[in-house]
């Protein structure tokens, strides 16, 4: 027996030489190595690796991973204006409350079987969310936005058997990749054009691309660039003209401002959860969401789980149940080519209390003030010599463009020289749209003070001399 096989490490479950003679006579094999017979000789790796002596002290193993996590420097210890996917919005005590409790916690994927209230917490939050979005049927949360974009575009080539699918040039490159990679193998991807002077997708362009051929057409609003676009029906318009499904992309907490998707006819709507009272976990705490009509041959074609209501056997019992579970990804496993999460189904739930505890009236008193605050910091930035904010025209919600072009430094020089300040600029754009020269794309909402705005405006004023 080898030498790492002779003591039980205590952080790794079965390692007892004991419990592990067990295991493998349970499952009929002598060593551990036997599970890897199946496995060519030429691929395995037969050297040692170059590893630390492992922690076999708990509190040790605290330290040293403690005192990786501090190198970090969060959103909560400096000024943060960095948006672009993942953005800091203020969460409510009480969302972390509820995802804390064990019954949600332990609960948030898997068979309904033990935990029947979580499909009630899910149809409540998606049934909000729904109201929101002026579409009746909404789907389980999948992994995020992308995976939902891809879902739906996918779907738009189920229903309509057709194999092209039209996509926004003004959305982010990771989107796109994501999207390139699952969609690519079943459809043809096109890209539309994006305005030069608004960064809204270029309508002209979409109607001489838009054809027979097209399953669906998919945009965002607003779109990655911040910009609301304002030609949403036209876009629509263009795509049900050909015959192709309009996809439209939004940020949830935008619908107490914004017209939802329905009435600018979009037939599914796909977002984020993210930004409903959950927070940024370094980028992740994503969970996308797939919305549509109820129109049968819509709601036929989502490929995630949908739960539904129904009258139980006692007189005004309700029950929580999945709606038609053979037509789901789940149920077709290896051949399936959709995909759902796991930890996004506690996102939904979140996103549920966190709409529950605004309400209507609080998410659009919480939409102006965000439209307030980023319209004041693109002004007091545009005041800036040299300096072009916001750098598109039109209106926009919370993230604006802010070029620099005019003070011969670059957005990363900027944003290294804010960094030194303790504060994190924006994204920098200059590669992902270098049309748009040295620019970075800003992020404000409701964390943000007046004196926050000023002290970055005073930072950039510093930076750029």
């Not at 039980?8 to 419990?19: R, V």
């Not at 209230?117 to 049927?137: D, Y």
């Not at 748009?436 to 007046?450: F, R, W």
Request: net charge negative.
């Amino acid at each position: 027996m080898p030498d790492s096989q002779k003591f039980g490490h205590p952080f790794i479950p079965n390692s007892a030489p004991k419990a592990r003679e067990r295991a493998l006579k349970e499952i009929g094999i002598k060593d551990v190595e036997d599970i890897y017979a199946t496995i060519p000789p030429e691929l395995r790796f037969k050297d040692k690796l170059d590893l630390p002596k492992p922690f076999l002290s708990e509190v040790a193993l605290r330290r040293h991973v403690e005192g990786i996590i501090s190198k970090n420097k969060s959103a909560h210890e400096y000024l943060n204006f960095l948006g672009a996917g993942t953005w800091q919005h203020y969460v409510p005590a009480v969302c972390d409350e509820i995802a804390n409790r064990g019954e949600f916690l332990t609960a948030y994927g898997g068979g309904p079987y033990g935990d029947p209230g979580k499909l009630q917490a899910l149809f409540e939050s998606q049934s909000m969310l729904g109201e929101m979005l002026g579409m009746e049927a909404v789907a389980a949360p999948t992994y995020d936005w992308s995976a939902a974009v891809a879902s739906a575009l996918l779907m738009a080539c189920r229903l309509s058997g057709r194999r092209e699918v039209l996509v926004p040039e003004n959305m982010s490159g990771e989107r796109h990749a994501q999207i390139w990679n699952f969609v690519r193998p079943h459809t043809a991807v096109t890209k539309v054009k994006m305005d030069a002077a608004t960064g809204r997708l270029d309508v002209k362009d979409l109607k001489a691309k838009v054809s027979d051929k097209t399953a669906g057409v998919y945009f965002e609003n607003p779109t990655y660039l911040g910009t609301i676009e304002t030609e949403a029906d036209a876009i629509v318009a263009a795509a049900h003209e050909k015959g192709a499904l309009a996809i439209a992309g939004v940020d949830p907490i935008t619908l107490g401002v914004l017209a939802p998707p329905s009435a600018y006819g979009a037939d599914v709507a796909v977002g984020d959860y993210q930004t409903l009272g959950i927070h940024m976990y370094g980028g992740g705490g994503l969970g996308g969401f797939m919305a549509c009509a109820d129109d049968p041959k819509l709601v036929h074609g989502l490929s995630t789980y949908l739960i539904s209501v129904g009258d139980g056997q006692a007189k005004g019992e309700r029950v929580f149940g999945y709606t038609e579970f053979h037509r789901t990804h789940y149920e077709t496993r290896a051949v399936a080519v959709d995909y759902t999460g796991t930890t996004q189904w506690l996102w939904g739930i979140i996103g549920g209390v966190y709409l529950a505890l605004l309400g209507p009236h609080g998410i659009r008193e919480l939409g102006e003030g965000v439209m307030q605050r980023s319209r004041y910091a693109a002004t007091v930035l545009g005041d800036l010599d040299g300096v072009r904010s916001p750098r598109l025209e039109g209106p926009f919600f919370k993230e604006f463009v802010v070029n620099f072009d005019g003070r011969k430094k670059t957005a990363a020089q900027v944003n290294k020289a804010l960094l030194d300040r303790k504060i994190f600029g924006g994204l920098d754009l200059s590669k992902e749209f270098p049309s748009l020269g040295q620019s970075a794309l800003y992020c404000v909402t409701e964390v943000h003070t007046k004196d926050d705005i000023d002290t970055l405006a005073s930072a950039l004023k510093e930076v750029l001399k």
